[in-house]
């Protein structure tokens, strides 16, 4: 008998259409994402791959930061955890398990962006602009 190794690989790119322009992006910042304050379908992909079971968190999600946690979560102008506070977009996509609860992400707190193409979509005139903040310009 002779083993005879098989070796496959895929490979996914990231749709980046949200990004307005490469500024900003040689500096993201590391995050941790609450998996539980993303929606499935909206701000992440479930795997179609049987091969390979891990879900992903759609790059170009807008997050505010958990108070309590200090994890991030989708922005939600209405929350009251944190989360209304804008504080960037997911920059790539992330990877994770089927029961994971958290994953580190790059953050995009700076740079322009397109609003109409944002995961989930977002409403610019709902953010208020901060000297401290993120410094994202929406086009």
Do not use: C
């Not at 977009?89 to 994770?96: K, S, T």
């Not at 401290?132 to 929406?138: A, C, K, L």
């Amino acid at each position: 008998m002779t083993l005879q190794p098989i070796t496959t690989s895929s490979s996914h790119t990231a749709d980046r259409a949200w990004l307005g322009a490469l500024h900003g992006t040689d500096s993201t910042e590391t995050i941790t994402l609450d998996l539980t304050k993303l929606t499935a379908g909206t701000h992440t992909a479930a795997s179609t791959d049987t091969t390979q079971p891990y879900s992903r968190v759609l790059s170009g999600v807008p997050v505010g930061k958990i108070t309590a946690s200090g994890l991030y979560g989708a922005y939600d102008p209405v929350a009251v955890d944190g989360r209304q506070t804008f504080a960037g977009l997911v920059f790539a996509e992330v990877l994770f398990a089927p029961a994971a609860t958290k994953t580190p992400a790059a953050l995009l707190w700076h740079g322009t962006v397109v609003a109409a193409k944002v995961p989930g979509g977002i409403d610019p005139s709902k953010i208020a602009p901060s000297v401290t903040g993120p410094q994202i310009r929406f086009v």
